[in-house]
């Protein structure tokens, strides 16, 4: 009899389904086969290879749930639950007398009752998402190529090619003075010994502050719930509130979701706040900070500068404001690639789960 599977409807949480349980729409397979096509373009091959390490749990019946009503519909016959934002506590556990495994899509057990899961012997697996290690890790490289200016000089190394990047030329008197910076480029930074602000210190936060404190600078963290101390001395990052950490930041990353909550959280009146030449970073959602209030903080020069991945508009259009002015970096939403990142974290969700169920 095939182990039934409830999971949670988030767009990727959607590839257990597509790997595990034999009856999925032909189009929903045909969709992630394209998704994943170029990083890995054998992905029935893909699908196949982790299925015969998966004996146990594939081939299983999915079920996909989206709210937690639904959630509570489907526990009766669920052997294991797939989860991301839901939530499985003693309620939920009364409803599913044969649930014997928890998998969190993420590192964190929040919104998990972790005690009441092991009084019923209900195994908690959890996950540090590759996707978000990379993220942090684009997060950092957009952060160093603002501070060393790097996407206005690489590449431009001749004397012409720096005049027309708006630095002419003009030697050092070499009989007295060393020559680093022959081109004379002002305003380069470090990150060690500056501030970073972010707002939101969730999986994708915690590894840019890991990451941060490693380059020596000084983690401040803003959000509705402080952590315990021991979290905040594993980060790096001491909680501030939000005003101050506006004030005191060299860097801003507001590290949040999209809800109506945080849309245009970072408006006008909040840059106005920041540190004048501050940079801000944003690898989460572009509706955190208001669009029009962001072009006129960057023209008046007021913000140093701005990165963004994902875009306000995908594919943006040529004739986008923000295309127009220098001390903006946009990536066409790579920050979580390579693909491969997901493929290697469902492998593992898959064999793990399938181990749990022996």
Known sequence: MRPLLVVENDPFLRVLQVMLDPAVAPERYAAFADFFAHEEPDFAGYCARVQSRARGLFPAK??????????????????????????IGRDELALAPKLRLVQKYGAGVVGIDTAACAERG???????????????????????????????????????Q?????????????????????????GVRMLHGATLGLIGLGEIGREIAIRA???????????????????????????????????EADWLIPQLPESPSTRNLIDAARLAHMKPGAFIVNVSRPDVIERAALIAALKSGHLGGFA???????????????????????????????????????????????RALG
């Not at 989206?66 to 669920?78: G, K, N, R, T």
């Not at 996707?131 to 590449?155: F, P, S, V, W, Y």
């Not at 000084?218 to 101050?244: C, I």
Request: charged share 25%; aromatic share 6%.
């Open 62 to 87: 999915v079920r996909m749930v989206e709210m937690q009503a639904e959630l509570h519909d489907a526990l009766s016959e669920a052997d294991a639950v797939a989860i991301e934002a839901l939530t």
């Open 122 to 160: 209900v195994t908690v697996l959890t996950i540090r998402r590759r996707a978000n290690i990379a993220c942090a890790e684009h997060a950092i490289a957009l952060m160093l190529t603002q501070a060393r200016k790097l996407d206005r000089l690489i590449g431009r190394v001749s004397a012409e």
């Open 162 to 186: 720096l005049d027309d990047a708006g630095y002419p030329y003009r030697p050092f008197d070499r009989q007295h003075t060393p020559n680093s910076n022959w081109g004379r480029i002002g």
């Open 213 to 247: 404190s490693a380059f020596g600078m000084r983690v401040l963290y803003f959000q509705r719930r402080r952590l315990p101390e021991t979290d905040e001395r594993a980060f790096g990052a001491t909680f501030t509130p939000l005003d101050t950490l506006l004030a």
């Open 308 to 354: 963004l991945d994902p875009l306000y508009q995908a594919p943006m259009r040529d004739d986008d404001e923000l295309l127009q002015l220098k001390n903006v970096i946009l990536t066409p939403h790579i920050a979580a690639q390579p693909r491969l990142n997901a493929l290697a974290d469902f492998a593992d969700i898959i064999e793990g789960m399938a």
